[in-house]
Antibody, heavy 121, light 107 residues
Framework: QVHLVESGGGVVQPGTSLRLSCAAS????????MFWVRQAPGKGLEWVTL????????YYGDFVGGRFTVSRDNSKNTVYLQMTSLTIEDTAIYYC??????????????WGQGTLVTVSS | AVRMTQSPSSLSTSAGGRVTVTCRAS??????LAWYQKKPGKVPKLLIY???TLQSGVPSRFSGSGSGTEFTLTISSLQAEDFATYYC?????????FGGGTKVEIE
């Protein structure tokens, strides 16, 4: 059974950095692309990033602007999201998940429970 | 970026009613569209992918249709557990994008 557990969320000040982790189990991690999607309070779902199964291809939402970096360690079944230059607008629940590769892109098949990131002074 | 526009943004209906949500893409995305259900405090749930393929375990009262730029999600007979916000998502091109959501509320 697919199991995804995010960690690393918390309260941080604007301009600082934070690294989120997502530990995966129950499937062959190295075979799957992994994503991060966020939801700000009272807002809709917003795709953040996706990393291919081998880490060779990464994609980001337009709002990221070079501030976030996704990576993965297939030996640890873990995907990471390094976030820098955080702003109040980055306050959200961050979900990681396993993507399902289609011919052109991915949809989001399995989701973790999410971790809350609050950016506040 | 492909812009996804959902309508309506919210709707009210009674249990047993039929619900139709529309999602329009700013350019053709063929059939690369998924639908998700999101309840407050819960994890998003994949309902439909490839515009009309029901995800395993999703009740058959949910259905999807469309291709190109216009898509619909239909719930044939709304149950109490279906009151939620529904999102479409295109995976035709990067950046991957969601619609703004449609909140289905009890009347």
């Amino acid at each position: 059974q697919v199991h995804l557990v995010e960690s690393g969320g918390g309260v941080v000040q604007p301009g600082t950095s934070l690294r989120l982790s997502c530990a995966a189990s129950g499937f062959y991690f190295s075979y799957y692309g992994m994503f991060w999607v966020r939801q700000a309070p009272g807002k809709g779902l917003e795709w953040v990033t996706l990393i291919s199964y081998d880490g060779n291809n990464v994609y980001y939402g337009d709002f990221v602007g070079g501030r976030f970096t996704v990576s993965r360690d297939n030996s640890k079944n873990t995907v990471y999201l390094q976030m820098t230059s955080l702003t109040i607008e980055d306050t959200a629940i961050y979900y990681c998940g396993r993507g399902h590769a289609a011919a052109r892109g991915y949809f989001f098949e399995h989701w973790g429970q999410g971790t809350l990131v609050t950016v506040s002074s | 970026a492909v812009r996804m526009t959902q309508s309506p943004s919210s709707l009210s209906t009674s249990a047993g009613g039929r619900v139709t949500v529309t999602c329009r893409a700013s350019q053709s995305i063929d059939g690369y569209l998924a639908w998700y259900q999101k309840k407050p405090g819960k994890v998003p749930k994949l309902l439909i992918y490839a515009a009309s393929t029901l995800q395993s375990g999703v009740p058959s009262r949910f259905s999807g249709s469309g291709s190109g730029t216009e898509f619909t999600l239909t719930i044939s007979s709304l149950q109490a557990e279906d009151f939620a916000t529904y999102y479409c998502q295109q995976y035709y091109d990067y950046p991957l994008t969601f619609g703004g959501g449609t909140k289905v509320e009890i009347e």
